[in-house]
């Protein structure tokens, strides 16, 4: 069915009319926009260029960080020294406190590393200095002090001139910087520098002496943790350790200001001499010190008033106060040493140079401490003490500056009579014996220049802390030294009048001396020699001396038991030079020698003490005997003494070797040797042997070894051998009875021949009797005829003189007569003697030929084998002698 025209009309007429066409653009489309989604990659242009390359990956594993280190000096994390050291620059603190670690470890397992590259590793650190991290600052010290310093000591200065040079050039530069952290480590690097290398401060003392009052200045290292304060003070104390030490020193300080004044020496002339540049330098030094005591003074008043307002003082406090007394002390001491220079060359004043505050503005402040002293003196702590004793030598450094006016010098005299009386109470035996010396070493001086009155006080206060001071103490010295001074007045120029109170003292002085001496010498070995130097002076210089003070001096050299025998002493255990100085003390202490001589001779005759020793003794004895100060019986008996009982070890007698080595009987020959020499420097032998027979007679019947009896006849035959002491029968009996026993000594051997080394020291007996005999004719006869006893039997009157058990049988004895009958002869000088014995020798040759009969009962053939030897030996000999007639001689022309 078709529609209806009438809707057809109505429909086309409800339709929109169309929108206008655009019009076609003219030309082509140059781009062509596309709409993408969000996060689509966009597709490469058509016509980009594909760049990318394809290729296989090339494995080189030779070509690693480890290959390339093998051998090379790392740290534990594979770091070498060099790129630590380009860490320790890095901008992150962390790596720059690895990399120091690195270097202390990398240092501290190969030393090599720090010897090669020392001088590179110090320009680098150099420039941590003033790091703005407080942990890299306290690590550079570390490696500093503990590492590096130590190794640079080692080097000479002139090498180690330019790194020193950077090295304080930084250390000046952290004393300005702005962090008040920087500037205190700068000084602590300051310190470590002065202490390690001392020469280079002086160049730049009047930089460091500016920065030290610019630091202390301020208040507010002041108000904060005293330990930075005490960091400070440290540093300036070794700064003007230096200073003191150079100007104290004469020749020291001349090559010390020339480093001092190393940046101003070029202004000045040709002509001009280096004293006036000493002088134009150390002008400004003392310029700063001025300024120093000022701001010291200060703190220390400040210090005080704090501490008399607390109820206890804390360490650091109290450090920080001794510290800036000990500062004020060191600006004294060099003060007070430019003020006694002489005046200095082409006519300039040493006013022009030193200014007048040495004299006055110093003393005003010097003044304020003397008030801080009296409010001390009133608290019982130790701490206050100490600082009373710190004051006090600031006071005695500069008293050669002090007027009386403002400094009475009977109150301060007052004031150290209390401090050393005080002493005694302190229960911190360290504290004293540190800060307790000065004090001490100054009494002498004390001494000379206080009045009658308060020197007084002064010394009774110095013998009672003397008294109380042990042995042991490190105050003992100083406390030896202020005595010797005081009793010695050519070293002190002390005198002492006689109403003074000081010569009470000196007998107190003098009778502790000897305990000391005792107890020094297992508990402080070092005083021993100085007490003994002191004696020795004290003795020198007052000669006339009463010695009861010294009576225990005795007992360094022994003691005399209830029993009668003496005890050695400590004297043969001291060094070589405390026995000598004690030996030299006898001849001046010669009161005590009577008592002393006994223990002497005991210590003499002690193995353990050398020869140089023993001889050194008789030495010293001997002149004191010539000088008139010991009796002749006293030293009499004492060499009687040493010879008798000398031990001698005479050694193996089997080479001269052997016999040098292991023997003393050189040192009893060269003793012998100077006993005789004493012996005849004394007078009239005959005298001298009078009235020291007693004591040989006693000797001898002590019946002492052979050389001892031998060193005995060496008396008698030196002072006189014709004496007529030896005719009687006692004296006949010793001298054979000490033949036989040297003959017996030798014919230990005859039955091997004569030894070489025994009949020399045979020789060596028998050479004083033969002496004798030549003298006395009459005690050769009787000598023989007493030794013809002995050959047959009848030897009861030589048994109670002689050491050794006699031989039953007769034929060992006839072999013993006739050895020494047969050395006898050997003396052309006894011929004239032995002939008017004939009688005797026949006899004994009749009785040899009895013994050789076979008739006779108990005489083996092997001993009539020796007796005819012995026999032919001794008829020869006789024969020799030229004073037999026909008849005699027919009857020994042949042997039985």
């Known amino acids: 069915m078709g529609r209806p025209k009438g809707s057809a009309a109505a429909s086309s007429s409800s339709k929109k009319p169309k929108a206008k066409a655009k019009p076609k653009q003219r030309g082509g489309v140059d781009f062509k926009k596309y709409k993408h989604k969000v996060g689509r990659k966009l597709p490469p242009p058509k016509n980009a260029t594909n760049t990318e390359i394809k290729s296989k990956a090339i494995m080189l594993p030779e070509q690693s960080m480890a290959s390339e280190r093998t051998g090379m000096a790392v740290n534990k994390r594979g770091l070498t020294l060099r790129e630590l050291l380009q860490q320790t620059g890095h901008y992150n603190a962390n790596v720059r406190r690895a990399a120091l670690n690195g270097i202390k470890d ?29 942990v890299v600052r306290e690590s550079l010290f570390n490696i500093l002090q503990s590492l590096i310093f130590p190794s640079l000591k080692e080097d000479n200065a002139i090498s180690m001139r330019s790194t020193l040079f950077l090295l304080m050039a930084n250390i000046l530069n952290g004393m300005t910087h702005l962090s008040m952290d920087i500037q205190l480590m700068s000084f602590r690097f300051l310190e470590l520098v002065v202490i390690n290398f001392p020469s280079s401060f002086p160049r730049y003392a009047e930089q460091v002496f500016d920065n030290f009052l610019a630091v202390l200045s301020n208040n507010r290292i002041h108000l904060q943790d005293k330990n930075k304060l005490n960091s400070v003070l440290s540093g300036l104390g070794h700064c003007l350790s230096q200073v003191a030490y150079a100007t104290e020193n ?112 110093m003393l005003v402040y010097l003044k304020k401490l003397w008030g801080v002293s009296r409010s001390f003196h009133e608290k019982g702590d130790e701490r206050y003490y100490v600082f009373n004793l710190k004051i006090v030598e600031i006071f005695l450094c500069s008293s050669a500056c002090m007027d009386n006016i403002m400094f009475p010098a009977e109150e301060f005299c007052l004031f150290v009579s209390s401090l050393l009386a005080k002493a005694k109470t302190l229960h911190n035996k360290d504290i004293m014996e540190k800060h307790l010396s000065p004090l001490i070493t100054s009494i ?100 006339t001396m009463e010695c009861g003070n010294l009576r225990s001096f005795i007992r360094l050299f022994g003691v005399k038991s209830s029993s009668g025998r003496v005890e050695l002493g400590p004297f043969v255990n001291l060094p070589r030079d405390c026995q000598e100085l004690a030996i030299s003390c006898l001849y001046y202490f010669s009161s005590l020698l009577p008592e002393t001589i006994e223990p002497l001779a005991s210590c003499s005759l002690s193995d353990v003490l050398e020869p140089t020793i023993l001889l050194r003794i008789v030495e010293v004895l001997q002149s004191t005997y010539k000088a008139g100060n010991l009796c002749i019986t006293e030293q009499l008996s004492f060499l009687s003494l040493l010879m008798a009982r000398f031990r001698v070890h005479p050694g193996p007698f089997c080479t001269q070797e052997d016999f040098q080595k292991s023997s003393n009987l050189n040192t009893y020959k060269s003793l012998n040797r100077l006993i005789l020499t004493s012996l005849s420097e004394m007078g009239d032998g005959s005298l001298v042997l009078e009235l020291m027979w007693d004591n040989l007679s006693k000797e001898i019947a002590h019946k002492p070894s052979l050389h001892n009896m031998n060193g005995l006849f060496r008396i008698i035959v030196t002072l006189d051998a014709g004496t007529c002491k030896l005719m009687n029968d006692d004296a006949i009996k010793i001298i054979a009875g000490y033949l036989v026993d040297a003959a017996m000594d030798l014919s230990k051997t005859i039955e091997l ?60 004895r006839i072999c013993v007569v006739v050895t020494i009958l047969i050395f006898l002869c050997n003396d052309r000088k006894l011929h004239k003697n032995l002939s008017l014995a004939k009688l005797v020798i026949k006899g004994i040759l009749q009785h040899i030929r009895h013994m050789m009969d076979s008739n006779v009962p108990d005489v083996t053939y092997e001993d009539k084998q020796k007796l005819r030897f012995a026999f032919e030996q001794l008829k020869t000999k006789a024969l020799q002698l030229n004073c037999w007639d026909r008849s005699e001689l027919e009857e020994f022309s042949s042997t039985p």
Not at 107 to 125: C, D, F, N
Request: hydrophobic share 40%; glycine share 4%.
């Open 250 to 361: 004469g020749d020291a300080s001349n090559r010390l200001i020339h480093s001092f004044s190393g940046r101003e020496l070029w202004k000045c002339t040709l002509d001009e001499d280096n004293s006036g540049s000493r002088a134009f330098f150390m002008s400004n030094i003392l310029t700063k010190l001025q300024s120093l005591i000022q701001i010291l003074v200060n703190t220390v008043e400040v210090s005080a008033s704090e501490f008399c307002a607390k109820p206890t003082i804390d360490a650091q406090s109290s450090e920080a106060l001794l510290s800036a007394l000990h500062c004020l002390n060191l600006i004294c001491k060099i003060c007070i040493c430019e003020v006694k220079k002489p005046q200095m060359t082409f006519g300039i004043s040493k006013t022009q140079f030193v200014p007048e505050w040495l004299e006055s503005y």
């Open 444 to 543: 002498p001086d004390l001494v000379s220049n206080a009045t009658d009155d308060s020197k007084g006080h002064l010394l009774e206060a110095f013998t009672d802390a003397f008294r109380d001071c042990k042995v042991d103490c490190k105050l003992i010295l100083p406390y030896l030294d202020a005595v010797g001074k005081m009793l010695l007045p050519d070293i002190s120029g002390i005198t002492f009048t006689e109403n003074d109170s000081g010569l009470e003292c000196h007998g107190a002085w003098v009778d502790e001396l000897s305990g000391i001496l005792l107890q020094s010498i297992d508990k402080a070995p070092s005083v021993t020699k100085v007490v003994l130097e002191l004696l020795l002076r004290i003795g020198q210089y007052f000669p």
């Open 753 to 812: 021949g004569f030894q070489s080394d025994k009949t020399r020291l045979f020789q060596y007996f028998i050479k004083p009797c033969i002496i004798i005999f030549c003298q006395n004719d009459k005690v050769l006869c009787c000598t023989l005829e007493m030794l013809k006893s002995f050959a047959t039997g009848d030897d009861h009157r030589l048994s109670s003189v002689s050491k050794f058990g006699y031989p039953g049988e007769l034929s060992h």
């Open 106 to 134: 990398i240092v501290a397992k190969h030393p090599s590393e720090l010897t090669l590259h020392k001088v590179a590793i110090v320009e680098k650190l150099q420039e941590r200095i003033c790091d703005t991290d407080k």
